[in-house]
């Protein structure tokens, strides 16, 4: 009597063994299931067991229990047995025993295309076709059919087998799935779903081969965002990222193809443009770009509008490789910042000229400091209604053994990009409060030492305490101490800003607010800001004695000030007439070249000692005048 074979599942893997023991590659049981249904069955001179027989028994559970589609018809297509597992499908009797005919053991819209598989003879090699078939439950299966001829006593029968295949499917697709999901990961930026660095460098390549093959020139775009980190200070950096992804949104519109566009890291993006008629072209689409970037955008219910500054590089002439197209589209890029951001540069030998001369200039300026080839010149800040100097602005030189005097407006700049402009502040503090101090003990007060801070510096964490190291090393009583900070900068993070300076106020120190009039205050954060002058730019300055809307602007600083009780302090002040205007307005504290340059210490001794240096009044207004 054969054993009863219980229900099996025939998606589950099975591992054979050879004769040694050892576990060879495994086969799925579905297909193992099918070998040997497809052996049984194709016997020659199949004959079908007497009743009661253990052949019997076996064809009975095979039939009942095998989770198969088995069926065998005559040539009159009469059914001459089928499993249970035909009952299953939808549209078939639910009994075996009603069943007669081949057309009844399938749903009605399969049966054409399971009956016209070509059955193949016995040893030939088997095709399947894959059929998708509804079981009772409404569940879809999809099934592997074969048909295959054998020979019987009562003549040739056709025979079909039907293999489940659903969960290997699922298996399959999940599997496919997941390689998608990980291949869309390995060349997709997580935050913006642009193409990321690796996909960009594997597209940019192939673009490159492209031109090189076509003799045809292509583009690459390099796309910064300007004062993105303002956002990330002020909004926090949810509000950076939505921000980003709006950004990205705007490039992928925008642009023709958006394999073309790819997020390089931070708030950095880059663009290729294939067969590209001329640079013009390129630089029209940077225009247009910045365009839509500069439309508001809605972020966390504040309307935000981005500006980004653009470098663009061309191959062949600027690179022959993705990293020198990159490289030059990036010295562009920040030749475009330098000409005051919101434009697009293309790049020119000359600046890659230039970038190697600020390379060298930075390496001599980190030696600069130990070598002791910087000093401070000073400008007196001066009271109209008396002549008096109230104050010195600290004004720091480089003066090299290579090079000479070199001007502020070329190493200041590299120093905040390099990040020297932290130990270059702090050196600048140190010297100004040492010989503050000097002078002070000396009989001499100028009434305060002012010093510009960089933003660098200001936002430092540690700077507060550097601040009381240097007071307490120089032993410089604060209060003569004025520290001098842009518009800007206290915006960038206006809530650290007031903290700082509350912390700092506490000590004794006074503030000023350094080019006022070309940021962005808010008025309900200025009030809240603890300093105690504010300084009207130079730019404000330049022409209020002939340009109106400047002197409107330079006159409401100056109520402002006052109404928030605060001393105001014109700067870059080089004509009589300018002067004139600022006293008649109220404002009566200013600096600039029509009353003194910025003096070396030396000079700035013999102001107060040689008496023919005084301050006069002449037909040319109060000034000093220097003999």
């Known amino acids: 009597m054969a054993n009863v074979i219980p229900p099996v599942d025939p998606n589950a893997p099975s591992s054979c063994l050879t004769p040694s023991g050892g576990e060879i590659e495994e086969q799925p049981l579905s297909e193992r299931l099918r070998d040997d249904l497809v052996q049984w069955l194709s016997q020659d001179q199949l004959n ?94 999809v099934y592997q059919i074969y048909r295959i001829k054998i020979l019987a006593p009562h003549g040739q029968l056709i025979c079909t087998l039907g293999i489940d295949i659903t969960a290997n499917q699922h298996a399959e697709n999940s599997l496919r799935d997941h390689k998608s999901r990980l291949d869309y990961m390995a060349f997709h930026d997580a935050l913006t779903g642009l193409a990321n660095r690796s996909y960009f460098y594997d597209h940019a390549n192939a673009c490159i081969v492209r031109a090189e093959e076509a003799n045809a020139q292509l583009a690459i775009m390099l796309i910064d965002l300007d004062r993105f980190k303002i956002i990330n200070d002020s909004l926090g950096h949810d509000a950076g990222d939505a921000l980003l992804k709006l950004v990205s949104d705007v490039l992928a519109i925008n642009l023709p193809q958006i394999d073309a566009v790819a997020r390089l890291g931070g708030d950095e993006f880059v663009v290729v443009f294939e067969n590209i008629r001329s640079a013009e072209d390129v630089v029209d689409s940077a225009r247009m770009l910045l365009h839509e970037l500069a439309k508001p955008l809605s972020v966390y219910g504040h309307e935000i509008s981005v500006t980004a500054s653009v470098g663009i590089s061309i191959y062949p002439q600027d690179g022959a490789s993705i990293d020198q197209l990159l490289k030059h589209a990036d010295v562009a890029m920040y030749k475009a910042k330098s000409k005051g951001k919101n434009r ?39 009271c109209l209604d008396s002549g008096n100097i109230i104050g010195l602005e600290a004004l720091v030189r480089w003066n090299s053994k290579e090079r000479g005097m070199v001007s502020p407006a070329s190493f200041i700049p590299l120093a905040e990009e390099s990040g020297l402009i932290e130990p270059l502040g702090e050196w600048v503090l140190r010297e100004a409060c040492t010989r503050f101090h000097l002078w002070l003990d000396a009989g001499i007060d100028f009434g305060k030492i002012a010093v510009n801070l960089s933003a660098k510096q200001f936002r430092r964490k540690s700077f ?163 003999h």
């Not at 993070?493 to 940021?519: H, P, V, Y």
């Not at 105690?532 to 130079?538: A, E, F, G, H, S």
């Open 48 to 141: 079908f067991p007497d009743e009661g027989s253990a052949e019997e028994s076996y064809l009975e559970v095979l039939l009942r229990y095998v989770p198969v589609l088995v069926s065998a018809i005559d040539e009159n297509d009469r059914v001459i047995f089928a499993s249970q597992w035909h009952l299953l499908l939808e549209g078939v009797n639910p009994s075996l025993s009603e069943i007669r005919s081949a057309d009844e053991l399938f749903p009605p819209f399969v049966l054409q295309r399971v009956y016209s598989m070509e059955a193949k003879e016995v040893g030939e090699e088997l095709e399947p076709m894959e059929v998708s078939l509804p079981h009772k439950d409404g569940q879809p299966h």
């Open 344 to 382: 697009s540069e293309l790049f020119i030998q000359a600046m890659k000229e230039s970038a190697v001369e600020s390379l060298f200039m930075e390496n001599d300026l980190r030696r600069a400091i130990d070598q002791h080839e910087m000093l401070l010149h000073y400008q007196p800040q001066i």
């Open 464 to 626: 507060q305490k550097i601040i009381t190291e240097i007071l307490h090393e120089t032993r410089l009583p604060p209060q003569y101490l004025e520290l001098e900070i842009t518009e800007s900068s206290t915006m960038e993070n206006a809530e650290e800003s007031i903290r700082m300076i509350q912390e700092l106020r506490k000590l004794g120190l006074t503030f000023a607010i350094d080019d006022f009039g070309t940021g962005y205050s808010s008025l309900a954060y200025l009030r809240r800001f603890p300093v105690q002058k504010l300084k009207i730019d130079r730019s404000f300055v330049s022409d209020i004695d002939s340009v109106n809307d400047d002197a409107v602007i330079a006159k409401s600083i100056i109520d402002l000030a006052h109404n928030m009780s605060m001393e105001v302090i014109a700067e870059g002040v080089e004509r009589i007439s300018q002067s004139n205007w600022l006293l008649s307005r109220g404002c009566n504290l200013v600096q600039g070249f029509y009353y003194c340059r910025p003096l070396s210490e030396t000079r700035l001794m013999s102001l107060i000692e040689n008496n023919a240096i005084v301050a006069r009044e002449d037909a040319n207004g109060l000034r000093f005048a220097l």
